[in-house]
């Protein structure tokens, strides 16, 4: 019984070895009819002049990198997009005017009010707020000017606290006449601008005098805005509106794009240093 089994166990693996080279040998009969087809793919004869042929993208570009002009054009398709720079527009003062239509004792507001500084010699009161961070210009006439808000809603909400304030003190309020007289706003772009070449190509909109000022001033019709452009290429708005400002640099991008220029490592510096600053 041993003896048969042992006799079995033989026959399997004769079997087993036997299947094994016999799969060995389909595929390699099968790489080999693959690359037969592969290689007569690959000498198959050019269409005749009568048949219109097929081109595809790739032999396309292979035609046209055959020539100088060609190999330009294959540059500039393989050539990947430029990205847009994202520029920040930031909002650093509002200034504001409204009316509480009332007479206003400036001696009682500086003898009773909080955060008030009587300006004698300019017949009005300076009041502070924390809450929004701003200054406000009072006049005894009831006209008040506030300054120092960051957006639109921060500089009436500072108007209503003013004119809280001023109603706390025993004054008759009514708030009136709100409206936003001027906004400052700056953005600095990725590069430095050739401003005497853009003073030059613009010269009916923009003004530029070194001696009495480092920017080139331009000024907009439509949106009503000045503009103030430096070589460093910060740009400062001053504009009716937020959305003014927004509309000026959107505006002047694409005419300063043309002037721009790459900076020098020293103004690369100042620019790392002022972004530390502003994130500390």
Not at 40 to 57: G, K, Y
Not at 104 to 111: E, G, S
């Amino acid at each position: 019984q041993h003896h048969q089994l042992e006799q079995q166990q033989q026959q399997l693996k004769h079997q087993n070895q036997n299947q094994s080279q016999q799969l060995q040998s389909q595929q390699l009969g099968q790489a080999q009819e693959h690359k037969q087809i592969v290689a007569h793919s690959r000498t198959i004869p050019a269409t005749p002049h009568n048949s219109t042929p097929v081109a595809t993208n790739k032999s396309v570009n292979s035609v046209a990198a055959a020539t100088p002009e060609g190999t330009a054009g294959a540059e500039a398709a393989n050539a990947e997009p430029e990205v847009e720079p994202e520029i920040d527009i930031v909002i650093n003062n509002v200034v504001c005017s409204f009316s509480v239509r009332c007479h206003l004792n400036l001696r009682d507001i500086a003898l009773k009010g909080f955060n008030v500084e009587y300006r004698r010699e300019n017949g009005m009161v300076t009041m502070k707020l924390r809450r929004p961070y701003t200054t406000a210009s009072i006049w005894s006439s009831g006209r008040i000017t506030c300054t120092g808000a960051t957006s639109e809603e921060q500089a009436k909400i500072a108007a209503r606290r003013y004119s809280r304030c001023l109603e706390k003190l025993g004054f008759r309020v009514r708030f009136q006449n709100f409206r936003v007289v001027n906004v400052l706003g700056t953005c600095s772009m990725p590069w430095a601008i050739k401003i005497l070449n853009f003073s030059e190509r613009y010269k009916k909109e923009a003004s530029y005098e070194p001696e009495l000022h480092p920017g080139v001033t331009y000024k907009l019709r439509y949106p009503k805005a000045t503009l103030k452009i430096f070589s460093t290429g910060s740009i400062t708005v001053t504009a009716a509106s937020v959305a003014n400002v927004q509309a000026a640099i959107e505006h002047i991008f694409p005419l300063v794009y043309e002037f721009r220029k790459k900076r020098s490592p020293e103004e690369l510096e100042q620019l790392r240093i002022k972004q530390a600053r502003a994130a500390s």
